[in-house]
């Protein structure tokens, strides 16, 4: 069992960064892939990023591609997303999930959240 929780969230205009945590707990979190995923208000949810249980590979959406940055650290069982160069359309709930598979890895656990707004 891995729970997940996110933090970092926040208030950012446009052009500026924020980095956004996952905090893991479970001795096996470093065998999971994890994944970054948003949800915008009236669309669906997206995968944002996605990093391997090694993090040696790593995909991202062409949306973000080049702005954010996807890491983690296994001895801190915390997985990070640099989001630098952030725009209004960046503006969601962005989730981190969990799962065994790669590159298609089936998500299992989830966190519960936390808001990103950009501000024009």
């Known amino acids: 069992q891995v729970q997940l929780v996110e933090s970092g969230g926040g208030l950012v205009q446009a052009g500026g960064s924020l980095r956004v945590s996952c905090a893991a707990s479970?001795?096996?979190?470093?065998?999971?892939?994890v994944g970054w995923f948003r949800q915008a208000p009236g669309k669906e949810r997206e995968s944002v990023a996605t990093?391997?249980?090694?993090?040696?590979?790593?995909y991202y959406a062409d949306s973000v591609k080049g702005r954010f940055t996807i890491s983690r650290a296994n001895a801190k069982n915390t997985v990070y997303l640099q989001m630098n160069s952030l725009k209004p359309e960046d503006t969601a709930v962005y989730y981190c999930?969990?799962?065994?598979?790669?590159?298609?890895?089936?998500?299992?656990?989830w966190g519960q959240g936390t808001q990103v707004t950009v501000s024009s």
């Open positions: 990093i391997n249980w090694s993090g040696g590979s790593t």
């Open positions: 999930a969990a799962g065994v598979g790669w590159p298609t890895a089936h998500y299992a656990y």
């Open positions: 479970g001795r096996t979190f470093s065998s999971y892939a």
